[in-house]
């Protein structure tokens, strides 16, 4: 499977505790963006990495959340002080430049 | 910012009818615009994508038609089977820099046989 992967797939944690989550990216691709999808919704543009920089952030990444993609590879997304409000869908989602946006299947967050 | 409305949000057809959802976005400057299907418990899929300057765009039973002076794109899929049933959802960016995509709020499709 030469696709996106996210780990874990399911994560349900307390308020309070610290949560990390892991994409590896289709392989060659630069860009790696991170999206969080609630239900009902679709998903939002949290943050997007060119290789090992991050170039971008939304105002939905409170300082609680930070990523980082270190080599330029894999990325994990960290939320500390988990809040019931953080309850979501994180998705993982790759590119080559401009090009298509391939997303994982993501990683469900329950927050009680 | 850009924004994206979608319709309808439920959408019900028997198999063998065509399929209509329309999106409409704010931004002028948007220029690009995939769909993605999004099965239960699984990440988005793209199915079809088109840029600013394609009006039309075709593959096997799905199609995209874009009219950028309306603003407003829409995702026509045909001879649909029960395999189409998803959420689809629609998408806008602009194509320079980086690909921030401003998503829809969803069409859930039904296809019964």
């Known amino acids: 499977d030469t696709g996106v992967s996210q780990d874990p797939r399911h994560k349900i944690t307390k308020r309070g505790q610290n949560v990390t989550f892991r994409c590896d990216p289709i392989s060659e691709h630069n860009r790696l963006y991170w999206y969080r999808q609630t239900l009902g919704q679709g998903p939002e543009f949290l943050t997007y990495?060119?290789?090992?920089?991050?170039?971008?952030k939304s105002r939905l990444l409170s300082d609680r959340f930070s990523a980082e993609r270190p080599k330029g590879s894999f990325s994990t997304l960290e939320i500390q002080r988990t809040e019931q409000g953080d309850s979501a869908m994180y998705l993982c989602a790759s590119s080559f430049i401009t090009d298509t946006q391939y997303f994982g299947p993501g990683t469900r967050l329950t927050v009680l | 910012g850009e924004n994206v409305e979608q319709h309808p949000s439920t959408l019900s057809v028997q198999e063998g009818d065509s399929a209509v959802i329309k999106c409409t976005y704010s931004?002028?400057?948007?220029?690009?615009f995939p769909w993605y299907k999004q099965e239960l418990g699984k990440g988005p899929q793209l199915i079809i994508d088109i840029r600013s300057n394609v009006g039309e765009k075709k593959d096997q039973r799905i199609a995209v038609t874009l009219n950028k002076t309306a603003k407003h794109f829409s995702l026509h899929i045909t001879e649909t089977q029960p395999e189409d049933s998803a959420v689809y959802f629609c998408a806008a960016s602009i194509d320079s820099g980086f690909q921030k995509l401003v998503f829809g709020t969803g069409t859930r499709l039904l296809v019964s046989p």
């Open positions: 990495f060119q290789n090992e920089a991050q170039l971008e």
């Open positions: 931004d002028s400057a948007s220029n690009y």
